[in-house]
């Protein structure tokens, strides 16, 4: 074989085995069954090197392709660690489902958002209800809004009467949220203006509209936005309207004035007879 080969057998012995090793009988140190990689690679090529048949030596042009195609698995490894960490990086934000093995070697599901990911000693691992885990325990992803909707702001379909002769606070059911997706506050925007903080009061989930910011609307159907705080910026704006009134709704009113007239046309009509 040319110098040229000599050299590159005896650089790959020098990476691949370590020269003081006498015990040809040592166990490789890969576990059976296992991927082949390119430390494998590597090892094979050296040992068909160092056994080949010297009355049909292989050709200096067969190793240089069988080295070529070590590059180009390298590389290929290197591109899909690139992409695998890439597709992790792409988590943040969202909504993951990650399987945990405990000690007793039960198994649970922990729910969260991906809060950030991050490589440790070329392990990818992803922050998830500020703990990390490992991203070969991911099961599923799912979009974030989705996922995450029974945790945000809600409110209660609503259909209120405010009456200006009464004038009685109108009483909406709201739900803030839960955990880090809870709002701290709600802003309330009727005909198109917020209502101001002083005519709102909030307390164990009821969200009280207090007369004062209801007295100048004219009666009629109002459509009321709450809009909620919360990481989410949610917005409510077709569960709640409020009719207004200046005598109650105007059906009790009417129905005693039509009984009344009922009542004294038969009278006069007894009396004519």
């Known amino acids: 074989m040319g110098t040229a080969l000599d050299g590159i057998l005896t ?39 160092k056994n080949q048949d010297p009355l049909e030596p292989e050709k200096d042009t067969d190793f240089i392709a069988q ?17 695998m960490n890439s597709q992790a990086f792409s988590l ?13 070697g039960k198994v649970s599901e922990v729910k969260g958002v991906v809060d950030y990911v991050t490589l440790k000693n070329g392990e990818t691992y992803m922050s998830v209800n500020g703990q990390l885990y490992s991203i070969d325990q991911l099961v ?12 945000l702001p ?19 059911e709201i739900d803030l949220g839960k955990g880090s997706y809870a709002a701290n506050s709600v802003a309330v925007v009727i005909n198109g203006e917020y209502v101001k903080s002083e005519y709102l009061k909030y307390e164990d989930g ?22 909620f705080d919360d990481p989410y910026n949610t917005s409510v704006t077709d569960k709640v309207t409020i009719k ?3 005598n109650g709704t105007g059906d009790d009113s009417d129905s005693e ?14 009396s004519s007879q």
């Open 92 to 104: 943040v934000g969202k909504y993951v489902l990650v399987n945990t093995t405990g000690s007793d």
């Open 140 to 151: 599923e992803v799912r979009d974030s809004f989705y996922a995450v909707q029974e945790f």
């Open 244 to 246: 207004v009134t200046e």
């Open 11 to 49: 650089k790959l012995d020098e990476i691949t085995f370590n020269p003081d090793r006498t015990n040809t009988a040592e166990k490789p140190s890969r576990t059976p069954g296992g991927d082949l990689g390119k430390d494998e690679f590597l090892q094979l090529l050296v040992c068909q090197m």
């Open 206 to 227: 009821k969200l009280s509209i207090l007369p004062g910011a209801l007295d100048e609307l004219e009666p009629g159907d109002y459509q009321v936005g709450l809009y």
């Open 257 to 270: 004035g039509e009984g009344e007239n009922e009542g004294e046309g038969s009278g006069e009509g007894d």
């Open 154 to 172: 809600t409110a209660k379909k609503t259909e209120a009467v405010y009456d200006k002769s009464d004038k009685k606070p109108v009483v909406v």
């Open 67 to 83: 080295l070529a195609q070590f590059s180009a698995l390298e590389q290929m490894q290197n591109l899909n660690e690139t992409v």
